[in-house]
T-cell receptor, first 112, second 113 residues
């Protein structure tokens, strides 16, 4: 079982709709979580981070964390065609390694 | 503006050649990482470093080697390139602490012919 799991998609939503991207993790030692956006052929770009249970909002993006259910999500409101990309979920563990563990990513396609 | 730089951006090279992919960051980050990513596929960690003179192999076996002589510089070397090395190589850096993510460079797309 992968430590961070995402549905590979593609997730297709119409322009203006809410896109909901989900991620589950297996290690309760994960302390913080990150969402990256990666356009085709480009490098990942950090868009959101979340460390505490609940919601965190930044513009059209809302990250949600539920540590009891080991579940992280990213909501994109008013989706635009320019949001079409692969979204990577990553969890950071404590201890000596302190590495990010990435999921395989979810491909989002926003239809005009 | 990027604070982590990778060169070259694209490289096409013949089999058997030695190559070095450069990665430098100006943020003073202790931790640096190299990832390999094929088109449409997941990221694979191949090397990481927690500071000067500290390097470790990542989760994916790689024939490449790295060095960390200066904090800001983390080059990756392939002694003898093969077509199987064709891929995108991404360098990243971070500070310590669990609330910080990685900052990625723009990547080097390597093609070995």
């Amino acid at each position: 079982q992968k430590e961070v799991e995402q549905n590979s998609g593609p997730l297709s939503v119409p322009e203006g709709a809410i896109a909901s991207l989900n991620c589950t993790y297996s290690d309760r030692g994960s302390q913080s979580f990150f969402w990256y956006r990666q356009y085709s052929g480009k490098s990942p770009e950090l868009i959101m981070s979340i460390y505490s249970n609940g919601d965190k909002e930044d513009g059209r993006f809302t990250a949600q964390l539920n540590k009891a259910s080991q579940y992280v999500s990213l909501l994109i409101r008013d989706s635009q065609p320019s949001d079409s990309a692969t979204y990577l979920c990553a969890g950071r563990y404590g201890g000596a390694t302190n590495k990010l563990i990435f999921g395989t990513g979810t491909l989002l396609a926003v239809q005009p | 503006e990027a604070d982590i730089y990778q060169t070259p951006r694209y490289l096409v090279i013949g089999t058997g050649k030695k190559i070095t992919l450069e990665c430098s960051q100006t943020m003073g980050h202790d931790k640096m990482y190299w990832y390999q990513q094929d088109p449409g596929m997941e990221l694979h960690l191949i090397h990481y470093s927690y500071g000067v003179n500290s390097t470790e192999k990542g989760d994916l076996s790689s024939e490449s080697t790295v060095s960390r002589i200066r904090t800001e510089h983390f080059p990756l070397t392939l002694e003898s390139a093969r077509p199987s090395h064709t891929s995108q190589y991404l360098c990243a850096s971070s500070v310590g602490g669990q609330t910080y993510g990685y900052t990625f460079g723009s990547g080097t797309r390597l093609t070995v012919v």
